[in-house]
């Protein structure tokens, strides 16, 4: 088993135990790779985190092709509980205070959505399949607020 798998897809998720993306997606050891984070958001530190994984697969001899990328937020997360705290979410996306509005902690749905763009306007080299969902720790659902879209760079 590869620790980078090119036909395996990379999830970020929060860390919260309720959404476990393994579980709720039923998921077999190895099937993925998974990142998890507070409110399962696409930071940059997400983002190095990728970068560096692909390096580590790239140095194992692997050549980077399609990758399929999914943006898991929940409802009820932890994160919304944040909202009065401007200066740790602030430091946490590297933005200034002025910009968290954009961020839509408090909305999971808006808040996948803003992450699955915000790698789409910059994404990482390859082909990738980019996609948001949102579970809902209530009722065991999970909405595909962003399908599945291709993009290569």
């Keep these: 088993m590869s620790i980078f798998p090119a036909s395996k897809p990379i999830i970020v998720s929060c860390v919260d135990p309720r959404a476990d993306p393994a579980h709720?997606?039923?998921?077999?050891?190895?099937?993925?790779?998974?990142?998890?984070?507070?409110?399962?958001?696409?930071?940059?530190?997400?983002?190095?985190?990728?970068?560096m994984l692909q390096n580590v697969a790239q140095a194992?001899?692997?050549?980077?092709?399609?990758?399929?990328?999914?943006?898991?937020?929940?409802?009820?997360c932890g994160i919304t509980r944040l909202a009065g705290k401007p200066d740790l979410l602030a430091h946490y996306f590297e933005i200034?205070?002025?910009?968290?509005?954009?961020?839509?902690?408090?909305?999971?749905?808006?808040?996948?959505?803003?992450?699955?763009a915000a790698f789409k306007a910059n994404p990482l080299p390859g082909e990738w399949a980019v996609s948001g969902l949102v579970y809902n720790v209530t009722t065991g659902l999970i909405e595909a607020v962003v399908t599945p879209d291709s993009l290569q760079q």
């Design 96 to 116: 200034d205070q002025a910009e968290l509005g954009a961020k839509a902690v408090t909305d999971p749905r808006t808040a996948v959505a803003i992450d699955v």
């Design 60 to 76: 194992q001899g692997a050549t980077p092709g399609k990758g399929n990328l999914i943006i898991m937020h929940h409802t009820d």
């Design 24 to 51: 709720i997606l039923g998921l077999e050891f190895g099937d993925a790779l998974v990142i998890r984070n507070i409110g399962g958001r696409f930071t940059p530190e997400t983002r190095q985190t990728i970068v």
